[in-house]
């Protein structure tokens, strides 16, 4: 199976989808910066949009039948909203520990614990 060769389905959207996913893993497990960690956040969360909106499609699949039955544009569009509150609060959270201690780096926040 050459994916290069084919013309463009869903497994080329899975593939690309997995590729974002495992770059903001990578991006939250080593950026020590708060907001590198949001940026990989927000990439895992594309990726996963970017799966269900290929698994949802009619287009790209060869029968015209959505094989999974749910509607990925809702759920994507569910996580879009998710994401954009999340990271509201993340950055308000950033900003009120970058007024208090004058930098961003999370390995100074184990200082918060109780």
Known sequence: MNLLAEPIGVSHYLVVGAVLFVCGAVCMATKR???????????VLNGAN?????FGSRVLHADGQASIGLDGQLIALFVIVLAAAEAAVALA?????????STVDVDRADELKG
């Open 33 to 43: 910066n708060a907001l590198g960690v949001l940026m990989g956040i927000e990439l």
């Open 93 to 101: 959270i950033t900003l009120n520990f970058y007024n208090n201690h």
């Open 50 to 54: 970017l799966n269900f909106i290929a």
